[in-house]
């Protein structure tokens, strides 16, 4: 597992909102059982609630996804789906955002 890599949400329950879920989490921490994730929701469900610096716009594909940042979480690697994309492209986009979360600049 690699850092900024978003899986594919295997929830039934949460992925029509959250469909894909982005590790954020260190790769000098590969050998933990958990990662944290940021949850990433279509941005015709999100976006106009958004606040742009934290929760970034990701475009996958053409389509364009909201970075749910205040909703990071911890969970279980063997819980994570599928890999899908590789958004190390964001990286500067979603430090700042953590950045945001825990100092408010």
Avoid: H, W
Avoid at 26 to 34: A, G, Q, V, Y
Avoid at 47 to 65: F, H, N, Q, R, V
């Amino acid at each position: 597992m690699a850092q900024f890599i978003a899986y594919k949400n295997p929830n039934n329950r949460t992925k029509k909102i959250y469909p894909l879920l982005l590790d954020i989490q260190s790769n000098l921490l590969e050998e933990l059982r958990t990662t944290i994730v940021i949850p990433l929701s279509p941005s015709s469900i999100s976006s106009s609630s958004a606040i742009t610096k934290l929760c970034p716009l990701i475009d996958i594909e053409g389509k364009s996804y909201v970075a749910m940042t205040q909703q990071i979480a911890g969970v279980d690697r063997s819980a994570l789906g599928k890999e899908a994309y590789d958004l190390s492209a964001y990286r500067s986009e979603i430090i700042a955002a953590l950045d945001f979360v825990i100092s408010g600049i």
